[in-house]
């Protein structure tokens, strides 16, 4: 448990960390909305199947070498939408991680691979729940539509390990807007051209 609680602190006392950006513009900042599929595991645990969040939000930053520093949290803020979804109950994350994007940062469109922990929150649909870390592999992308705006989209498995009854593993779907605080340059594209 003082392993985890170690980690814990490294991952989330330091969330002024960072994303896939390059060596001139190191920092950028993401908010998107993001859906949480527990599967059928889920319905006899948590007592849900999807849960939706809004917002996400997480900063990056660019280390060197294609390698990026991430850190965020997720709020379930939304309770329900009549007709189109209910939350058993709120979702609550904190998250950090390293990114690697196959040297594509200074590109227009940046995929990546990541690798981190989160801790997710206690759900309200337990008996005495209790905060459940995780080990995250995560897959997405971020496309780059002006200097300064991207599209981000992210897939992350969140494994939790059978001992913590108070968690399943499950699949975390995001999509938003990411910010870069430093003026990108922008590859050269097709519709660019004057004709």
Not at 184 to 194: F, I, S
Request: aromatic share 16%; net charge positive.
């Amino acid at each position: 448990m003082k392993v985890i609680f170690a980690f814990a602190c490294i991952v989330f006392l330091f969330p002024l960390s960072s994303h896939s950006q390059n060596q001139n513009n190191r920092w950028a900042i993401g908010v998107s909305g993001s859906l949480v599929s527990f599967g059928n595991v889920g319905l006899t645990v948590v007592r849900d199947r999807y849960n939706a969040q809004i917002p996400k939000i997480n900063i990056t930053r660019y280390l060197f070498s294609g390698l990026s520093l991430d850190a965020g949290f997720t709020v379930g803020t939304l309770k329900k939408i009549e007709g189109l979804y209910g939350n058993a109950f709120d979702y609550f994350s904190f998250d950090g991680g390293i990114r690697y994007d196959f040297n594509t940062s200074t590109e227009n469109y940046v995929p990546y691979i990541g690798l981190g922990g989160s801790i997710v929150g206690a759900p309200a649909t337990i008996a005495n729940s209790k905060p459940t870390p995780t080990l995250n592999f995560s897959l997405g992308a971020t496309y780059w539509i002006s200097s300064k705006w991207g599209v981000n989209a992210q897939a992350t498995y969140k494994y939790s390990q059978k001992e913590f009854q108070s968690m399943v593993s499950h699949v975390q779907l995001s999509a938003g807007l990411v910010y870069s605080f430093g003026r990108r340059a922008m590859v050269y594209r097709l519709w660019d051209v004057e004709w």
